[in-house]
Structure formats: structure tokens, C-alpha cells
């Protein structure tokens, strides 16, 4: 069976700093990149970054400088470093995996978690 369960969102203040965290099981976690998607309400979930099996890491524009996505193969683990938080980046976040595919399109990721919380209060 496979999981990703995300964790680390919470109710902060514009200007703080967050990690979000998801933790993978049921997949050879190497064999995936690992992406984030946020999803605010009322709205389209939106690709936010993704980092490969390489290492090599891609970034929304308008996350760009803020967000860093990284990844512990032996943890299983990917996380997503937010810093400089906005009340725009209010949303629930979802971390995805997937093995090929456009980056971009939620479609194409294999595997989701189901999301964790980030308010964001001005």
C-alpha cells in the first residue's frame, strides 16, 4: 500500500518561516521525483516545486527564492522549506511522486498525499 502522508502546516504569520514535511512508504522512493502542489479555496491546485531522482529541482515563479523543495532517500522523505510567507500562500498542500511525466500537470503524478493545511495571516 502506498502513502505519503504530509505534515508541518499550521496557522503562521506573514513573514514566518515553515517546513512541511511527507513521509513515502510502498514505493521505491529513489525511483520518483517528488513534488509540491497547493490547492487554496475556491482555486485550481497549482504546482509549486518538484525536485528529481538527480537531485535537480524546479520552482513555480511565484515561489521562486522562497521555497526550497529537498529530499532524504533515506528517510523516504521529501520537504518543502518555506520562508518569507505570504497570506497568498495560503492553501492546502499536497505532496505528489511521480516517475515521468510533465512536471506541471497534476495528472501525471502517480501517487498523492492527502494534504496538509497552511494558513498564512496577515
Known amino acids: 500500500q502506498v502513502q505519503l502522508v504530509e505534515s508541518g502546516g499550521r496557522l503562521v504569520q506573514a513573514g514566518d518561516s515553515l517546513t512541511l514535511s511527507c513521509v513515502v512508504s510502498?514505493?521505491?522512493?529513489?525511483?520518483?521525483?517528488m513534488a509540491w502542489f497547493r490547492q487554496a479555496s475556491g482555486k485550481e491546485r497549482e504546482f509549486v516545486g518538484i525536485?528529481?531522482?538527480?537531485?535537480?529541482?524546479s520552482y513555480a515563479d511565484s515561489v521562486k527564492g522562497r521555497f526550497t523543495v529537498s529530499r532524504d532517500d533515506a528517510k523516504n522523505a521529501a520537504y518543502l522549506q518555506m520562508i518569507s510567507l505570504k497570506p497568498e500562500d495560503t492553501a492546502l498542500y499536497y505532496c505528489a511522486a511521480q516517475t515521468l511525466g510533465d512536471p506541471l500537470i497534476a495528472t501525471e503524478y502517480q501517487f498523492w498525499g492527502q494534504g496538509t493545511q497552511v494558513t498564512v495571516s496577515s
Open positions: 510502498g514505493i521505491t522512493f529513489t525511483d520518483y521525483a
Open positions: 525536485i528529481w531522482n538527480a537531485g535537480s529541482t
